[in-house]
Structure formats: structure tokens, C-alpha cells
């Protein structure tokens, strides 16, 4: 767990480009790229630099998930 706890804001990049999760942001699943950043009182409060993390709202609650390896079933 890198971090746990209320932002203002993340901002982030997916195959369309960069976008912004504000509060009360709707139910979302999205693939990232590049990395995403975190905000608090306007402040930028963390940068994390990744290739690729899966990304998850659902009821307000942001889940990143960095590092997970390609499972090949056959």
C-alpha cells in the first residue's frame, strides 16, 4: 500500500489522454499510463510514475492497482 486517504483530486492518463477524478466521480474502469497524481487542498500531494495500473471507482472509493503481472491461461 503506497497511500490511504482523502484527496481532492487524482489526476491521470489513459489511451485517450489525461483526465481528472474529482469527488462524487461516477463508477469507472480505466487501464493507465504514465503514472497519476494526487491532490489535497490544491496542493499537489503525491506522484506516483508506473507503466501501467488498472484503475477502479466504484461508490466514491479509488482503488489503483500497480503491478500486476499478465496471467496466460492455455
Not at 483530486?9 to 469507472?28: C, K, L, W
Not at 487501464?31 to 496542493?43: E, F, R, S, V, W
Amino acid at each position: 500500500m503506497i497511500f490511504e486517504g482523502n484527496v481532492d483530486r487524482i489526476t491521470s492518463y489513459n489511451e485517450v489522454g489525461q483526465f481528472d477524478i474529482y469527488p462524487m466521480h461516477a463508477n469507472f474502469i480505466s487501464i493507465l499510463k504514465k503514472g497519476l497524481m494526487l491532490y489535497k487542498d490544491h496542493q499537489k500531494l503525491l506522484d506516483i510514475k508506473f507503466e501501467q495500473a488498472i484503475l477502479k471507482i466504484k461508490k466514491d472509493v479509488v482503488g489503483i492497482y500497480v503491478g500486476i503481472e499478465e496471467l496466460v491461461v492455455e
